[in-house]
């Protein structure tokens, strides 16, 4: 009897619970249908797309380019069927595309700064060996000793040398720079310095030694330069040593965390410092990390906000010296009683979101799908038609993107994805898929699926600003618990690293005869 009664007051809840919010979202649809058209504006203000800044689209001066206007741009385009002709109005989609990002950053001069000491250094280094072999030829002449077949072949020796050297130097500090580091490299001003400290040597021995005592046995001098070129080189091969593959054998992994969403990575790195470190780490970042979204991070904050406001908290004494601390008491052991059947709303809240974008994402992919039956319509009929009479890829992806605009802005608004794409990146893919002969599949995966940071285009056209944050000093090696922090203006990069454990292996042998075995039959029978 008491499970009946338990059974049945569980059954009368949840028949009451589906009415009630049946009713809610019943009335809430007549509550909100008059009025959906004169509060578009206000109720849309934050699922705007934003318009690519590598690109902008200037605005149509006859059109009104309103708020609502640029909100609505995939409600009131004009859409191509199959018995429309080619030509359609393009006022309201040209009114789209305000730009919504912030000046570029200006290029700083000191970025340049090594580049510049590293062509003053190589230029140095070029001149010398050839300032040596100059020199007594100008100041001397009558003097030297003629210059035998032993010397000619030094000359041809040092001019591959030099050639070498050349290519070496070009191939290894003549690189575009990826990032201005916040100190100096250690290995690179060492080898700088140990350069500067090599070609002060040689002038100075060469001042004191040839151009004091005008030596006339230039076979000498010629090898004295070929000696010269020889360091550099070996000083280039250090060079290749301490800057390329000293830190090829991983040491430590680093564990890099997202600080709003919690996207985990795990990188293996050798011995590099904190700096060169935390570079690695924001190049790895723009292609394994997704594109970082704040719309999808505010739906607890507004959750939040939304108990806390609907919370309303009456003083029946009057008011007295302590009412802010008895109603501050009074909220949150009401938000305390709340936070049990918050889950149920949370459940409820995610189910429903998932069932939207479902919804959306089917609408999508049937109109993606017949706008590209349409395009291949057109290919057909323009092959009838004579050369000059073809349409352009870009003119046939103006064409049928309206038919599209809407599903596709309903579903970007469902997902937030509204502020990574703009019109004119999405016509500028769908132009790219026209032209490659691609699927719709091909054509949506780049908004159902969210990818890595570059491939959004807004964020490689602009030079981003991160912030090392670290106890020790940033040109201190990688150690075991080393932690720093990326700072960026929305998020964080928070990277530990850990040592790779010292790999044990053992052998054991197994012999070639131990794992046979024989079978053996009985022939008996039984009688």
Request: with cysteine.
């Amino acid at each position: 009897m008491d499970t009946d009664s338990i059974h049945s007051g569980y059954s009368h809840h949840s028949n009451r619970s589906r009415g009630s919010n049946k009713q809610s979202e019943r009335s809430s649809r007549d509550r909100h249908k008059p009025h959906s058209r004169d509060s578009s504006s206000r109720s849309d203000k934050n699922v705007t797309i934003s318009a690519s800044s590598v690109q902008p689209q200037p605005p149509d001066q006859s059109s009104a380019p309103t708020d609502a206007q640029d909100d609505n741009w995939g409600e009131t385009t004009t859409a191509v069927t199959g018995t429309s002709d080619h030509s359609l109005s393009q006022e309201d989609l040209a009114g789209f595309g305000k730009d919504t990002e912030g000046p570029v950053e200006k290029l700083n001069c000191i970025r340049f700064l090594p580049l510049a000491l590293t062509l003053f250094l190589g230029l140095l280094v070029l001149v010398t060996p050839l300032s040596f072999l100059v020199l007594p030829q100008l100041m001397w002449p009558e003097r030297l000793q003629t210059c035998g077949t032993a010397c000619e072949g030094l000359f041809l020796s040092l001019a591959f040398k030099l050639l070498i050297l050349l290519l070496a130097g070009w191939a290894l500090f003549m690189r575009p720079t990826r990032a201005s580091l916040p100190r100096i490299a250690v290995f690179r001003a060492l080898l700088g310095l140990l350069t500067l400290l090599l070609l002060l040597s040689y002038w100075l021995f060469f001042g004191v030694r040839i151009l004091d005592s005008q030596d006339d046995n230039y076979q000498g001098i010629v090898q004295f330069a070929v000696s010269l070129v020889d360091a550099l080189l070996f000083i280039h091969y250090l060079a290749v040593v301490l800057l390329e593959i000293r830190h090829l054998q991983p040491c430590f992994s680093l564990c890099v965390v997202r600080s709003t969403d919690g996207e985990t990575h795990h990188y293996n790195m050798g011995q590099l410092s904190i700096q060169r470190a935390a570079l690695v780490i924001l190049e790895h970042y723009y292609k394994d990390f997704t594109v970082h979204n704040p719309a999808l991070l505010t739906a607890a904050k507004s959750r939040a906000a939304k108990h806390l406001a609907g919370l309303k908290v009456y003083n029946v004494d009057g008011a007295g010296s302590d009412a802010a601390t008895a109603q501050s008491r009074a909220k949150m052991a009401a938000a305390a009683r709340q936070r049990d059947t918050s889950h149920n709303e949370l459940y409820y809240e995610e189910a429903e979101h998932d069932r939207r974008v479902r919804k959306r994402k089917a609408r999508l992919v049937v109109a993606v799908e017949e706008a590209f039956t349409h395009v291949r319509r057109l290919q057909d009929e323009e092959k009838k038609k004579p050369p000059g009479d073809e349409m352009d890829p870009r003119e046939a992806a103006q064409a049928i993107f309206p038919s599209m605009a809407r599903a596709l802005q309903k579903y970007l608004r469902t997902t937030r994805q509204q502020h990574c794409h703009s019109m004119d990146s999405i016509q500028a893919h769908l132009a790219f898929c026209i032209t490659n002969n691609m699927t719709p599949k091909a054509f949506l995966e780049s908004y159902l699926t969210a990818g890595p940071t570059m491939q959004y285009g807004r964020e490689s056209s602009q030079t981003r600003h991160w912030t090392l944050v670290s106890e020790a000093s940033v040109t201190s090696p990688l150690r075991h618990g080393s932690e720093f922090q990326l700072k960026s203006s929305d998020f964080s990069l928070v990277v530990t690293s850990k040592t790779i454990p010292h790999l044990k292996l053992s052998e054991e042998y197994v012999h070639p005869k131990s794992h046979k075995f024989v079978l053996q039959l009985q022939s008996e029978t039984s009688v």
